[in-house]
């Protein structure tokens, strides 16, 4: 059975859920293998998370010549692994950097790219999500090694015992590569709360938080859940980009979404529609949000969520 080939979505020490879901989506190509592309220190760690959803083998490309550049140097080294291994597929992580990188492989291994998959069927079937979720578009690679970039939250990682043999894989970066460093970083300010698109439970807030992030994060933090904003919020300055859900933001799929403010436009509905629960408060009851909700609440966000955050620190008294 040919390898497919995972990249590994390692972000502050860490093998992220992305991560797995590709492995799980890989078994149905042939046999996953992950590639990491960092410090060799973390390798034990990585092995011993991806093994655990079925990576045979873990591929270490040590990234000391690649480390302070931007993505041009790693899908160089990804294509010298493609060429090595003649795999059946290549499963990125969506995300602006690893597109970009993407991108650059498909043109370097002259293969077919499909970007923002949110599923992948036996025989390398591609589902996408268009028009806002409007539509879903099937396709499929025909030319050279298929890569697909698959969006967070689109498959349940599935665990399944694989060896993942770690194998360190030498790449040369060549000069043309090396064009643009990166000059500094700057973390984000750690705000205690999981990840938005990892979070189990997501407390979102709108334009009729009026800016007032206050309850909306009295109950993420009572239900230890992420926050998260629509675009309006985000345009408003209230909450950095990051925070923001839906079709130019950040597909999530939660077990509980709570969207509080929000009207439910149809590119906000794109990236949480698929939670597994929906409840909304609005104050006005002819609002979209309420066409897709299992639970609703008609009334003012500032007095529902106290409420409910009070409610549930008494359950838990
Ligand atoms: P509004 O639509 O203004 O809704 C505010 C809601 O709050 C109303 O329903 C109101 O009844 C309610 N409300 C007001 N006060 C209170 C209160 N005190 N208590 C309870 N409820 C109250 N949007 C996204 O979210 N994510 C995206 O990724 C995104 N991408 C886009 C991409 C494109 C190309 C375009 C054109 C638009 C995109 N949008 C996106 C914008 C989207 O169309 C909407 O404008 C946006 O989602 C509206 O945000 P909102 O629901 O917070 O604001």
Known sequence: MSEVLVLVDFQNGAVKKPTFELLTLAKRLGEPSAVFIGGSGDAAGVAEAVKKYGAEKLYVI???????????????ALQQLAEKVSPAAILIPSGAETKEIAARLAVKLDSGLITDAVDIADGGLVTQSVFAGNYTLVGKVTKGT??????????????????????????????????????ATQPRQATGRPELTEAAIIVSGGRGTGGDFTAVEALADELHAAVGASRAAVDSGWKPHSFQVGQTGKTVSPQLYLANGISGAIQHRAG?????????????????????????????LHTVLPALTEAIKQRKA
């Open 272 to 300: 949480m529609q698929t939670s597994k629960t929906i409840v909304a408060v609005n104050k006005d009851e002819e609002a979209p949000i309420f066409e897709l909700v299992d639970f609703g609440v008609v009334g003012d």
């Open 146 to 183: 298929p890569i697909i970039t698959v969006k967070p939250n689109s498959a349940a990682p599935e665990e399944a015992a694989g060896a993942a043999a770690v194998e360190e894989f030498a790449v040369t970066i060549s000069d043309a590569a090396k064009t643009a460093q990166i000059v």
């Open 62 to 76: 040590d990234d000391a010549q690649i480390k302070g550049y931007l993505v041009a140097p790693k899908a160089e």
